[in-house]
């Protein structure tokens, strides 16, 4: 299947970073399915290389590290700064939580498959016209347990209290679970 033409003057690729999940190239055809150009990024790229390409926005994937291993893939501080939307899933939330200064940590509570979700901010951007609980899927086994500075926590589920936090003046955003799987 090939990706849809973009619309006249849309050529700014929104970037999905690959941490090596099977996730990356999912998010990627969600995107083309918003009639939005994609490609998909190794995380070892340059921050300088993914910059020229321009992009419209990024989204950190999944993965199967934990962040505060030895040898983990981790994020570009800098990537925050550029002015680029970015949305963090999974380990990309927890990359980016981390680049930020915010904690991750193996909490010995895991969640894997369909879990309830209960969105925490009334005025969420990312959230918005979702309801204020709904079934989200998970896989992960560690957690955000502290947002980074300026972060509004937006969701939580009973094992997980950060699941989900957006800094609007930032468009920076992250969520825990997998918003790309027909599960979700």
């Not at 150009?37 to 926005?57: C, F, H, N, R, T």
């Not at 589920?157 to 955003?173: G, I, N, W």
């Amino acid at each position: 299947m090939t990706p849809p033409t973009p619309a006249p003057g849309a050529h700014r690729p929104v970037l999905v970073v690959d941490f090596g999940a099977q996730y990356a190239q999912l998010i990627a055809r969600r995107v083309r399915e918003a009639n939005l150009y994609s490609e998909i990024v190794p995380s070892s790229m340059p921050l300088a290389e993914l910059m020229a390409k321009d992009p419209a926005a990024v989204v950190l994937s999944g993965g199967p590290s934990s962040v505060y291993a030895p040898g983990a893939p981790d994020v570009d501080p800098a990537l925050f700064r550029a002015g680029v939307p970015v949305l963090g899933i999974c380990y990309g939330f927890q990359a980016m939580t981390s680049a930020l200064g915010g904690t991750v940590q193996r909490t010995g509570r895991s969640e894997y498959g369909a879990t309830e979700l209960t969105a925490t901010g009334s005025d969420s951007v990312l959230l918005a016209g979702t309801g204020d609980c709904f079934t989200v899927w998970m896989s992960h086994g560690d957690s955000v347990s502290k947002a980074p500075d300026g972060f509004t926590v937006i969701a939580a589920t009973e094992h997980t209290p950060v699941a989900a936090f957006e800094d609007r003046s930032r468009r920076l955003a992250g969520v825990q679970f997998h918003p790309e799987g027909l599960h979700t």
